[in-house]
């Protein structure tokens, strides 16, 4: 059942339609094309690395294949450092006490989180996903921070303590929009007068992902009532940070 919000705060949506996934390839349903990216795409960046590894040694041989995989990972490893960099830069305070993180990529998200709250609280879909992360911010010297770590759906783990922060990072599309109404639910009761909302998702998540960074974002824009603080969107993902209005504000 969708949260009664005053008109008042809600802001408006752009996006039209909101699908759950978009149209799939073929198929008759009509949806918004996706700008391309400026520049080359990589097919025609490791194109011209070719031609001029070509030029340079003097041959028409291309390079090993090692070469255009190593690019390929470097590329990859760029793009990951920078989302991570644009959502840790548009938090809204530099420290914290009390922070929650639902998907944590990998553990530097974790690690640099840990550095900015006093206490941090981890939320994993699986066992080693936790566990790797958790190891992460310990190996950072940050263990005592850890309140605690959790696995497994976050709306039957979400904490009952107050935060100052929720980050949700490319977590809620794989949860079915139930699963998703509950979650926003405990996201919004959670959060202190003034406390902050961050959500990094994927707006071409993995075919197998229930729901896509477009709805994820609009659904939260719309239903709690939060105000917006700002929102950044790409190709390939989107990042948008809400505030809870203190009360009676």
């Known amino acids: 059942m969708p949260i009664a919000t005053p008109a008042a705060c809600r802001l ?16 008759t349903a009509t949806g918004t094309a996706l700008p391309r990216q400026f520049g080359p795409r990589h097919g025609e960046e490791t194109a ?16 090993p294949p090692a070469v255009e995989l190593d690019l390929a990972i470097t590329q990859a490893d760029d793009a990951s450092t920078r989302r991570r960099s644009l959502l840790l ?33 981890l939320i994993e879909t699986t ?6 992360c958790a190891a992460a911010v ?20 979400w904490p009952a303590e107050p935060c100052d922060l929720v980050v949700l990072n490319d ?20 959060l202190v007068p003034g406390g902050e909302l961050a959500c990094c998702d994927s707006r071409q998540p993995p075919a197998d992902a229930p ?7 609009a659904r939260i824009r719309h239903e709690l009532g939060l105000e917006g603080l700002l929102s950044h969107v790409e190709r390939e993902f989107r990042l948008d940070c809400w505030m809870r209005l203190p009360e009676g504000a």
């Open 48 to 63: 011209a690395l070719r031609d001029d590894w070509s030029m340079a040694s003097g041959s028409l041989l291309a390079p």
């Open 12 to 27: 408006p949506l752009t996006c039209g339609a909101i699908p759950i996934r978009p149209p799939a390839p073929g198929s």
């Open 127 to 132: 066992d080693i996903a936790r566990t790797h």
């Open 171 to 190: 977590y809620a599309c794989w949860l079915d929009p139930a699963a998703f109404t509950r979650l926003i639910a405990q996201v919004l009761a959670s």
């Open 89 to 121: 830069a548009a938090l809204g305070h530099a420290h914290y006490g009390r922070i929650v993180v639902a998907g944590c990529g990998g553990g530097p998200l974790a690690v640099e989180l840990a550095a900015r709250c006093e206490t941090l609280v």
């Open 138 to 157: 310990v190996e950072a010297g940050l263990g005592a921070r850890l309140a605690q770590t959790r696995v497994g759906a976050a709306f039957n783990e």
């Open 211 to 217: 729901l896509t960074g477009d709805y994820v974002h």
